[in-house]
């Protein structure tokens, strides 16, 4: 029934914007087809090409917001900025490649991607979710919950999933590995159960990214990101993608995020392009120095506890002495206090007071969120640097 005001309204419209911006791309791309590279060939090209005009090898920025018509009823593809930016169609199109999707749609934050896909479902629809999450989508369905739209239960394993798990439930949104504890779920599993119930998978694959995990090939339906992480990677945009390789469920999001204007700036859509072009690399030696990083944390008898699954570049650990996180905190002189993650900088979080503070208290401990957890993202710098800076704050205080 939500249908009802979302196809008939708009599908002349959908069909013939389609058709022309389908027309536009074979004209502008058909000869460069991108399809059999690898992704860091494809990253690496992204927007090259993409200019006949000029030839111009860095995607240029259209700021235009409006575009003009070469006669009355025809386009160029392109009408309104909310609706598709040159600058923007070419990111979306590298992104959905990258997880093997076939539409990706960008957004002004990973929040607002997470709030794009749950406006997919009608009102009361039943969601299972991670219990271990991100804080600020807890938040979201907290309060999703207390606005008597939608519900929610939680799952921390397996076994309180199959518990959970019925024909009622529209959705489940898995985080894997979870934020900040790194529990892991298999996604293949997880989309069978899912399949058998009739319920949609969404995957929020912030952690890993596609270089690491592609949930759409595991049978996951949707793909979230907080594109301000790991994909953008240099703490300078704010940003989060929807991926799916469901055409019709690609063209509703679309239609939603048209409709609702959860949109990314052109501007940030071409920093998003060329921060892209690095992540392959980013990410290696992020990965290769958080391997380094969990060996030193395991040496240390100032650390109870390290937490990390062996791939990607997000350890948290627990320290003996919880009372002196403070101290351990300000004893740092290159890894900095600081929420986020993903970028090139090595940071520490402090999940209780930072991106996990909205989370209850109660609801925190029972799950083992507990106050002698901290989370590191490690950056690019030399491992040996990050090191030496851990291990002589955690001498002199922890
Ligand atoms: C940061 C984050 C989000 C939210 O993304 P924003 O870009 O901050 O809105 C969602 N999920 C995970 C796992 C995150 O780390």
Redesign the pocket.
């Known amino acids: 029934m939500s249908h009802a005001i979302y196809l008939p309204e708009t599908k002349f419209q959908v069909a013939l914007r389609t058709a022309t911006k389908l027309l536009t791309l074979i004209a502008r791309q058909g000869e460069n087809k991108m399809t059999n590279y690898k992704p860091e060939t494809k990253l690496a090209q992204l927007g090259n090409r993409s200019d006949k005009v000029t030839g111009a090898i860095a995607t240029p920025i259209h700021l235009s917001t409006t575009f003009s018509h070469p006669a009355f009823k025809e386009s160029t593809g392109y009408d309104y900025t909310r609706t598709a930016s040159p600058t923007r169609d070419i990111l979306e199109q590298g992104l959905a490649e990258l997880e093997e999707g076939k539409r990706a749609v960008v957004t002004s934050?990973?929040?607002?991607a997470?709030q794009l896909v749950l406006n997919h479902f009608p009102n009361n629809s039943k969601f299972l979710a991670s219990r271990d999450l991100?804080g600020?989508?807890f938040r979201y369905f907290d309060y999703l919950e207390t606005q008597g739209i939608a519900t929610f239960s939680y799952f921390s394993d397996e076994e309180s999933f199959l518990e959970l798990i019925n024909d009622e439930i529209d959705a489940i949104f898995l985080?894997t590995p979870t934020?900040p504890l790194m529990n892991v779920m298999d996604i293949e599993w997880v989309t069978d159960k899912a399949k058998k119930h009739g319920a949609l998978l969404i995957v929020?694959n912030?952690?890993l990214t596609p270089l690491r995990q592609k949930p759409l090939t595991l049978g996951a339906d949707i793909v979230i990101h907080?594109?301000?992480?790991y994909l953008s990677g240099h703490n300078d945009i704010?940003?989060?993608v929807v991926v799916t390789n469901d055409e019709e469920l690609g063209e509703k999001l679309y239609w939603i995020s048209n409709t609702t204007g959860p949109t990314l700036s052109s501007f940030d859509c071409w920093l998003f392009i060329r921060s892209l072009k690095t992540l392959p690399l980013r990410f290696a030696q992020q990965e290769k120095n958080a391997k380094k990083i969990v060996e030193v944390l395991k040496k240390s008898e100032k650390i109870k506890d390290v937490l990390y699954v062996g791939v990607g570049a997000m350890i948290s650990f627990r320290v003996q002495d919880e009372k002196k996180i403070g101290d351990f905190l300000s004893k740092l002189k290159l890894v900095t206090f600081a929420e986020?993650?993903g970028g090139i900088e090595t940071l520490v979080t402090y999940p209780t007071t930072q991106t996990h503070a909205d989370i209850p208290e109660k609801v925190r401990e029972s799950y083992g969120l507990t106050p002698d957890l901290l989370r590191l993202s490690v950056g690019i710098e030399n491992v040996d640097d990050i090191a030496c800076d851990l291990l002589q704050a955690l001498e002199e205080s922890v």
């Open positions: 934050s990973g929040m607002a997470i991100y600020g989508s985080e934020n929020d912030t952690f907080s594109g301000t992480k704010l940003a989060g986020s993650l």
